[in-house]
């Protein structure tokens, strides 16, 4: 029997997600204050250790929509979680150097110096993870390994939620802090001080443009999916487990208030543009760049096989690089029941 609930706490990282969609659409809302919930955004609020909850998943009654590595540390740091969703977005993934480094293909890389970001605060440093594994799968499709390199780490102090996001017409900017947003591995390579650096999503490609980096490769474009699987390829949608037991109703209405917005973006794909370069703070024409002009189509919350075997590789990923303390079966993480219940509903409405 689901419980009524006061407060539904709500999080996205600023990519393409449909829970992005939904809640700028204000359908997220809608859904739930037929039932009597009224939704807060994480990320906005004053107090660190709710903003934190976006990357441990601490705060009961909560849902996130985004990148897997924070979800993936916070289950195997013993967080009650589970996964009701799953969207695959592909994305650039740029290993850069600059156009005077000799380096022109990944072959290049071997005994010259790769810049990694080190937050040495932050509960789980996903940028350094992201990095790691664009580069260990960039290596091997040469033959390479991540120790044929000498890594560079840039370390820069706090954490990825000292301050809450700007609001600006109503739009949140989640950049981060105020004082740190400066890419530290990008200024290290364009002074010379290591020969390359990773960079993904629609801010790599603009600022590769903006410095006239050559591009080594781009592991997003790659046809083999493992090789494109990283923090956000796919990003989970994930609950904590109360959430489910108490309130399993407004489980269901996320998922639903997700996969509506998705389908509407399939049919909008200007629209979706905009609303995806609001997500990530670019401009439309990067966004476009950076998640192809299909972006619109792209954007489908499922539970497949495909995306199931890629977070479960990545989880394995993670473990042998120490950024979690144990691995675990991805599958088991999985409650496929809100996605069942929904799919449900809508063919009892189509029949």
Not at 169 to 178: C, E, L, Q
Not at 258 to 275: C, G, I, K, L, S
Request: proline residues 3%; contains cysteine; aromatic residues 8%.
């Amino acid at each position: 029997m689901s419980q009524p609930l006061d407060t539904l706490w709500y999080t996205r990282c600023p990519v393409p997600t449909g829970l992005g969609i939904a809640v700028q659409k204000g359908w997220l809302e809608e859904s739930l204050t037929a039932q009597g919930t009224q939704i807060k955004s994480l990320r906005e609020s004053e107090e660190l250790a709710i903003r934190e909850s976006h990357f441990d998943h601490t705060l009961r009654n909560s849902v996130r929509h985004g990148g897997n590595i924070p979800a993936i540390w916070a289950r195997a740091s013993g967080r009650e979680t589970r996964v009701i969703g799953l969207s695959w977005a592909d994305e650039v993934q740029l290993i850069l150097t600059t156009q005077d480094s000799g380096i022109r293909t990944v072959k290049d890389l071997k005994g010259r110096k790769f810049g990694l970001p080190h937050k040495i605060d932050a509960q789980i440093d996903f940028t350094r993870a992201q990095a790691l594994r664009g580069l260990e799968n960039a290596l091997r499709l040469d033959g390479l390994e991540v120790s044929d390199v000498e890594l560079v780490d840039f370390l820069q102090e706090g954490t990825f939620s000292d301050e809450a996001a700007i609001i600006v017409n109503g739009i949140a900017n989640f950049g981060g802090p105020r004082k740190s947003r400066q890419n530290a591995e990008l200024v290290g390579l364009l002074r010379g001080e290591v020969d390359a650096i990773f960079l993904k999503g629609a801010h790599a490609i603009q600022l590769a443009h903006q410095f006239g980096l050559h591009t080594v490769i781009d592991t997003g474009s790659h046809p083999e999916p493992l090789i494109r699987s990283n923090n956000g390829t796919p990003r989970t949608l994930s609950v904590d487990l109360n959430l489910l037991e108490q309130h399993y109703d407004v489980a269901v209405s996320i998922l639903d208030a997700v996969v509506r917005a998705e389908q509407w973006a399939w049919n909008h794909p200007e629209d979706t543009r905009r609303f995806l370069a609001h997500e990530t703070n670019s401009s439309e024409f990067w966004v476009t760049a950076a998640y192809g002009e299909d972006a619109h189509k792209r954007l489908n919350t499922n539970l497949d096989e495909r995306s199931i075997d890629a977070v479960q590789d990545f989880t394995h990923f993670l473990h042998r690089w120490n950024f979690i303390p144990q691995t675990f079966s991805v599958r088991d993480w999985i409650d496929t029941r809100p996605l069942e219940t929904l799919r449900s509903s809508v063919a009892t409405l189509a029949s």
